[in-house]
Structure formats: C-alpha cells, structure tokens
C-alpha cells in the first residue's frame, strides 16, 4: 500500500515539505537536492538488509549483492579522490570524526580544532557538551580578528599544547585552506593531520578549493553538502597516513565497526556510490566551478547592497554576513527572511559580542541553488531582496510581496 494510504498525515507532510523547498530560496550551504538517482537508491530495497563487518567479512548471509554495492562505493571515493583506502560506512559526519579520535587518540588525549565560533564544528573539540570536548582534552584556535586563519597563532598555540591530533576544515570559514601551513605545524608537533572536508568536498573533486590529499593523514566529509549525495560520511586514509602508520586503514575501519557502529546503512552507502560516479563527470565540475561562481556574485551584489562580509568575500560556496551595521540580529534576519522565501541560517560571527542564540551574522551559500540551475544573474537578484527584506521587516505586506517574486523565480528553476 503507498504511503498516501498508509499514513494519508504524513504523506501530507512530506507534500508540503516538498513544496516549501520547491517554492523557496535554500540559501543554507550545508544544504542541497540530492539528484533522482541517488532518492531512489537510499528509498531501495537496501534499506531493509543487515551487513555488519565489511564486503567479504560480514557477520550475516545474503551479502552477494550489497559486498558488490559497498565495494563500488568504495573503489569509486578511492579514485576520486585519489587515495589508498576509504571506509563508506559512516552514519553522518559527526560519527565519521568520532571514529576518527577513536582510532588515533586515547580518552583524555589532546585535539585541537578551531572554535565554534570561529566557524569550526561541534565535533571537533567544542568544550564540555560534545563527545569532542569531553572524552578528550580540547585545544581550541580561533580565526584572526579579520576572520582569517592565522596561522602563526595556530602554530603557537600548537607549539604551547602538542596536541596529538589537529583538525583543519570547517562548518563556517569563507576563504581556501592552505593545507601544506597546517601539514608544516602538525609535523613540527608531532600530530595527526585530519581534514574536515564535508562542507568543500565536492568543490575539491572539482580542482576548484586545493586538495588535502597530499598534506593530510586522514580526511572526513559528508556526502550530502556540495557532493550532492545522500546523508551519510566517509573517511579517507591517504598515502601519507599509511606511511605514518601502515595499519591506519585497519585501525579506520575497525574503529568504525565494531568500534562506533553496528550494521551499515547500505541503502545510503549506495546513494554514495551513485553520486561519487556523477561527481567524476564533467558536468559536475561545471556544476561546482558555478557553485563558486555564483558565490562571488552574490558577494558582489551583496557588498553593493551595503552589507558587510566577514574577510570581505569569498572563495568557495558560502558567505557570512555581519549584520551589525544593519541593526539587526541574525536570528531576526534569518526569521524575516524566511517569511520572504529565502532560507539561510544564523550564526555567529567570529568575536561575536552576541550569544550564538542571538547571534551577529547569518550564513549563506549556493549549492542548492547552483543545483537549481541558477546563475549569476539570479544571484544579484537575491542579493536585492536580502536588502529588500531586512530593510522591510516591519512589513508584512513587504515581505509577503518578495516571497511571491520568489515563488515565481523559483518555478522557472524546478526542483
Ligand atoms: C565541517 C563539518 N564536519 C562535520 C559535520 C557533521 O556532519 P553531520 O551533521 O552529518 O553529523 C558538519 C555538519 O555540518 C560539518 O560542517
């Protein structure tokens, strides 16, 4: 039976969700559409079947047909991006890095991560609440009073704490990562690299942000960021992490299961496989060479408008506001926005005098958009609702006016 007779509710639901997306700008650069193909991958029969272990090492039977899905995925992330082992099994991005502290680290080691604050992510040390702050000792570098990385002062501080892991990639930071600075201080300390890439992933593949490959031992991404794929995380060991430590491939893998995990989502690990084979196409480099882009003209058009971006720009997807010069918080930003049909999130700033409830700035990027097929044009039109909507939000009426001229640009782009 469908699911519109099943549960009439929730199939109702998921209409309106699909609606609110399709109608509205998703301006959140964490956030994209998935291509039909991997939807029907992750909605497969796949679903259904238990794997725990790995392909020809499983602990059920009935794994002749999903060894062979999690192999694709695997050789697939493999020659993508370059490296000798990849584990697909990760849930999400969080427990892809805890598997990660789990492999190298003992409980109560030290991990140095940038702050949250600074537009690092909770999983990467963030003090006190997270699994990252508590089992393990956290050292946290910010970003300079310019919002740019300062690498002097990471080393610093690095010198100072000899940490044994550093974690280079963040949830929030506009400008490129210069991965060979952070592969100079880690050795200098004697730590792990790890890169984050789950925000750039795709624009790596796409040679349009450098890649961590060479400087890294370990890398960590989401698959459902720029990648365009399914919810769901991989973990990469590279040349360099094998020749620190030949077994690092084995200690991965074990530390993801039995270590964090039980059986492996197979229906998302081939939602994997399915967009690793589109992002090896050419199409796709255009797509993220558009992606960056369209962030530059909204850039433009957004500093035109008078709006001030923390380190004045950007060079890859997403952008970060500070709105004080406008009057207004990021949370009430991001709320009057919504109700005109552009969605993006608030954040903090770095140095950000608010409390992260109520924080200074709000954060965008154009992955979702750029997958619409929107361009540069569209872009400058974004940016003059942004003004449009912040300097009307007292106005109902205003707002409801922007959110039909959304609606209408929207249809010209469906989902
Ligand atoms: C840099 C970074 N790492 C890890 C994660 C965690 O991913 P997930 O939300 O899939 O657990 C995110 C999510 O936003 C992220 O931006």
């Not at 200690?251 to 690793?276: E, T």
Request: glycine share 8%; aromatic share 8%.
């Amino acid at each position: 039976m469908s699911l519109k007779n099943t549960d009439p509710k929730l199939a109702e639901l998921i209409k309106k969700e699909q609606q609110r997306q399709q109608e509205t700008l998703m301006l959140i650069p964490s956030e994209n559409y998935a291509s039909e193909a991997v939807q029907q991958a992750v909605g497969s029969c796949l679903a259904n079947k238990y794997a725990e272990g790995y392909p020809r090492r499983r602990y059920y039977q009935g794994q002749a047909y999903v060894d062979q899905i999690e192999q694709l995925a695997i050789e697939r992330a493999k020659k993508l991006f370059n490296v000798p082992h990849a584990n697909v099994q990760p849930y999400s991005g969080s427990p892809a890095n805890a598997a990660v502290y789990m492999a190298l680290l003992q409980a109560g080691e030290k991990i140095m991560g940038m702050k949250l604050s600074s537009g690092g992510h909770l999983t990467h040390g963030h003090p006190k609440i997270t699994f990252s702050g508590k089992f393990f000792q956290p050292v946290q570098y910010q970003v300079g009073k310019d919002g740019w990385l300062d690498y002097q002062a990471i080393e610093k501080l690095a010198l100072k704490h000899r940490p044994k892991l550093i974690i280079t990639g963040y949830t929030a930071y506009p400008r490129i990562v210069e991965w060979q600075k952070f592969s100079a201080i880690a050795k200098k300390v004697g730590a792990w690299l790890m890169a984050d890439i789950s925000h750039i992933a795709g624009l790596v593949i796409a040679g349009v942000h450098p890649s961590p490959v060479p400087y890294a031992e370990l890398i960590t991404t989401t698959t459902h960021k720029t990648l365009r794929g399914p919810r769901g995380a991989m973990i990469l060991v590279t040349q360099k992490g094998l020749q620190k430590d030949s077994q690092l491939a084995k200690k991965i893998d074990r530390a993801v299961f039995p270590g964090l995990q039980g059986g492996p989502h197979l229906n998302s690990i081939a939602g994997i496989a399915v967009c690793l084979k589109q992002a090896a196409s050419a199409n796709f480099k255009k797509y993220a060479q558009q992606i960056v882009k369209n962030a530059q003209a909204l850039v433009k058009e957004l500093i035109n408008q008078g709006f001030e971006l923390v380190t004045g720009g950007t060079d890859n997807h997403l952008i970060l506001i500070d709105l004080r010069k406008q009057g207004v918080d990021g949370k009430t930003a991001a709320v009057v926005l919504e109700a005109a049909g552009l969605v993006v999130n608030y954040n903090t700033i770095p140095y950000d005098p608010n409390p992260p409830r109520c924080p200074s700035g709000i954060r965008l990027g154009t992955p979702a958009v750029t997958s619409r097929g929107m361009g540069e044009l569209q872009m400058k039109k974004i940016a003059h609702w942004f003004k449009q909507a912040i300097d009307s939000r007292d106005s109902t009426k205003e707002l409801d006016k922007i959110k039909k001229e959304v609606k209408a640009l929207c249809r010209k782009y469906p989902l």
